[in-house]
């Protein structure tokens, strides 16, 4: 259980002392980032272990806890033995991930087309029938998905809805 929190990050006192137990059945450890006390508890517990890290957001906001964090982002990503991002774009436009692009591999995020293939028509027309034509938003609700982008670009068609489904700050 974590003892405290910072910026949304959970902080445990156990986890070092299990990362460095679960390490030793390993050969290549994965890593989500960010989680900067998982990162920070790698590199000080267990980085001569292989490991994999896949890469899901650039920290934006936090300016002065990032002028901290960035001097481990970098020690992190250079201990790698892979990046992972879920585009080639994201590997150019990211500050951090563009540094280590040699290290860095594309993964896209699946999508199961079955979905959409093979959702009952029924469904589907009600569907249409509710909304109209619409655009479909997925996702957490918070800054970094740039929903505020795709609502000012919404105001060049006409006609068509906005429909927004998930849960967060915004």
């Not at 033995?81 to 990211?94: F, G, L, M």
Request: some cysteine.
């Amino acid at each position: 259980a974590a003892f405290a929190s910072i910026k949304r990050m959970p902080l445990t006192l156990g986890l070092p002392r299990l990362l460095a137990r679960l390490a030793r059945g390993c050969d290549l450890l994965h890593f989500n980032f960010p989680n900067p006390w998982t990162e920070m508890v790698y590199l000080a517990v267990c980085g001569s272990k292989d490991s994999v890290v896949t890469y899901h957001s650039d920290i934006y906001r936090q300016k002065v806890f990032l002028w901290l964090y960035r001097p481990w982002i970098h020690a992190f990503l250079k201990r790698t033995a892979a990046i992972i991002a879920t585009s080639p774009n994201y590997i150019e436009s990211s500050p951090f991930l563009s540094r280590y692009r040699d290290h860095c591999r594309s993964i896209v995020l699946p999508v199961d087309i079955k979905m959409f293939t093979e959702s009952p028509q029924e469904e589907i027309l009600a569907i249409k029938e509710e909304f109209g034509p619409f655009v479909l938003f997925v996702g957490r609700l918070v800054y970094y998905k740039g929903l505020e982008h795709l609502i000012d670009a919404m105001g060049l068609f006409c006609g068509i809805r906005l429909v927004v489904l998930g849960q967060g700050e915004l």
